[in-house]
């Protein structure tokens, strides 16, 4: 467990140090502070409440910006470190594999999870303190999207990892991160609609819909955040929601299997290298 | 002595290649031991295997006791291990990645100044390590293998990129250690340099050990001529020729020197008559084989095998 700390340690050290802490921070809040300041324009003061419309575009921004910030951290963490000589020498102290890639894996998400958390809480405090009213309900859905914000992100760290420890070059691995960040956040959806489009309902049923939805993190994602109470009719994910009726629970089931089922295959494969 | 490594026939393939084959050797506390050889002959895959980073396809490999491949990592506390081309991450300070990896050794933090002073780095304890010289960073590597007081020492290559001043003391450094009861072993191209620190070389060519011992058992089994070389009194260098008998051992190098190719029985017998009253010579130097002549000697004799 200390070994697993000391590595988390060092990446959050060396994160701060170049400046991915504040970069990642600075994005997110930028970004969130724009989505808020902007997305609210067209509402008014009518009907919706202004944190809901913030929770959709952030959910919306969050699908495509944290898994790619997520494959961008990872990638490189194993074939990086070994290509560079460093990884040689960590694996000569008294510490196991699976503890340098835990160890990672905790460092990363808690950069991750420090630039969400104030880069979004930014635009939470801003809108309270531009004097839009926010109730408990509303900041419940806020808190939920950004834990599983975090979540998504992990999941992609670990797929990161994955890639990282299976391949021999650098180059290798950030093509195949840029390669799934395409499929798992742009392709999938684009050719699952075509395919529901050509289909007209004859083959695909509920059922399979619901497991090609959960077989998607970006998609249990979306599911879980844009399909609770007031946001679904916002954000006109209401329709596919009630076709695809998945509980809360799975859809987090979903995205927690995301992040432990790459981390544990990384961990196996990273075991396996030949240094 | 204790025994700190023991290898018995180790054999490492990386798919059809074998990089070490049937390797055997029993290291102790207190030796240093040179591991010479060509790039590629295997001596930084001994190392690795030592370590456990990498396994062995057949034989066994005793580090302190353990299999290092096993998954036991408590010998690894006892061994520190200078890899060859070190590298940091440079975005931390020297101090920064001491701390790191003195945690990870779970030792004092306190340590560290003293190590670093030790390998000349004290001033620049504090500066990222991206500003280092390629020399400092090898510096850096050996504080780091220090930490702990190691019972083992593994250094590969540790003397490229030091200054003469450095190498001095680093081999200070490796004789204290040594003194102190751990191992060292230590790969090196720069052979001379090695010639009078390392109590025993171990030679390897082509993943094949071909010679173990002492430089002195080196030089016995290889029966390599000591060079014997004459100054002659002035304009003396034809009688100096003849003074030894058969003028074939004999070279004449200039018009005052000759060399003679002696071998190990003949060398006191040459020195005697070289002392011989009315010798015709005014200067005499006596050239046993280097460890480079006898790393030649021993690779030409497994080539030709």
Redesign the interface.
């Known amino acids: 467990m200390r070994?697993i700390l000391?590595i988390a340690r060092?990446e959050i050290?060396?994160g701060l140090?170049?400046r991915w802490v504040l970069t990642t921070t600075l994005l997110l809040a930028a970004l969130a502070l724009t989505l808020t300041f902007l997305g609210s324009a067209p509402t008014g003061n009518v009907g919706a409440r202004a944190l809901d419309v913030v929770i959709v575009s952030l959910s919306s921004l969050t699908v495509f910006l944290l898994p790619l910030i997520a494959l961008l951290i990872s990638h490189d963490a194993i074939v990086g470190e070994s290509e560079?000589?460093?990884m040689?020498?960590?694996?000569?102290?008294?510490?196991?594999r699976w503890q340098v890639l835990l160890g990672k894996f905790v460092g990363h998400v808690s950069i991750l999870a420090f630039a969400t958390l104030l880069g979004y809480g930014a635009a939470a405090v801003a809108l309270a303190l531009t004097g839009s009213a926010i109730d408990a309900e509303s900041l419940t859905a806020f808190a939920r999207m950004v834990a599983s914000s975090v979540l998504l992100g992990a999941g992609f760290i670990a797929v990161g990892y994955l890639v990282s420890a299976s391949v021999r070059e650098r180059g290798t691995a950030a093509g195949i991160a840029i390669a799934v960040w395409l499929v798992l956040v742009l392709i999938y959806d684009m050719a699952l609609l075509a395919w529901l489009v050509v289909d007209q309902g004859q083959t695909v049923s509920g059922g399979l819909l619901n497991a090609l939805l959960l077989l998607n993190p970006t998609d249990a994602y979306r599911l879980l955040n844009l399909t609770g109470g007031n946001v679904s009719a916002l954000s006109g994910m209401g329709g596919i929601s009630q076709t695809a009726n998945l509980s809360p629970s799975s859809l987090l089931a979903a995205l927690t299997a995301w992040t432990l089922v790459p981390l544990v295959l990384a961990a196996l494969t990273f075991a396996r290298k030949?240094? | 002595m204790t025994k700190t490594i023991d290898l018995q026939s180790v054999t490492k393939r990386?798919g059809k290649i074998e990089a070490v084959r049937e390797v055997s050797f029993t290291l102790h506390g207190g030796e240093v031991v040179a591991l010479v050889g060509h790039n590629g002959a295997g001596k930084t895959t001994l190392m690795?295997l030592m370590?456990g980073?990498?396994k062995a396809s057949l034989g066994s490999i005793e580090m302190l006791g353990d299999d290092p491949a096993a998954?036991d990592?408590?010998a690894?506390?006892n061994?520190g291990?200078l890899?060859e081309?070190?590298?940091?991450?440079a975005?931390?300070s020297g101090r920064?990645i001491m701390s790191?990896?003195a945690?990870?050794?779970r030792e004092d933090v306190g340590a560290i100044a003293p190590l670093l002073e030790r390998v000349g780095l004290a001033d620049a304890a504090d500066r990222r390590i991206g500003t280092y010289s390629k020399g400092m960073r090898q510096r850096l590597?050996l504080a780091?293998a220090l930490l702990g007081e190691p019972l083992v020492l593994l250094l590969d290559e540790p003397t490229t990129g030091l200054d003469p001043a450095l190498r001095q003391s680093f081999y200070d450094i490796v004789q204290e250690l040594s003194d102190r009861g751990a191992t060292v072993l230590l790969s090196s191209h720069a052979l001379t340099e090695l010639e009078d620190r390392a109590g025993r070389v171990i030679i390897m060519n082509r993943g094949v050990k071909v010679a173990d011992g002492t430089v002195t058992e080196l030089r016995r089994i290889a029966l390599l001529p000591t060079r014997i070389r004459i100054t002659s009194a002035l304009g003396d260098v034809e009688r100096a020729r003849t003074w030894f008998g058969s003028p074939a051992t004999c070279r004449r190098v200039n018009g005052q020197m000759i060399e003679i190719d002696a071998a190990p029985d003949q060398k006191i017998a040459l020195l005697r008559r070289a002392s011989e009253e009315g010798a015709p010579i005014a200067d005499i130097d006596i050239l046993p084989p280097t460890l480079d002549d006898l790393y030649a000697h021993f690779l030409r004799s497994q080539d030709a095998a």
Request: proline share 4%; aromatic share 14%.
């Open positions: 070994n000391i060092k050290q060396e140090r170049n560079r000589g460093t040689l020498l960590l694996l000569s102290y008294p510490i196991a030949e240094l | 990386f690795k370590l980073l990498i998954g990592f408590a690894r506390r061994v291990y890899p081309n070190v590298s940091f991450n975005a931390l920064e790191f990896y945690r990870l050794k590597g780091q």
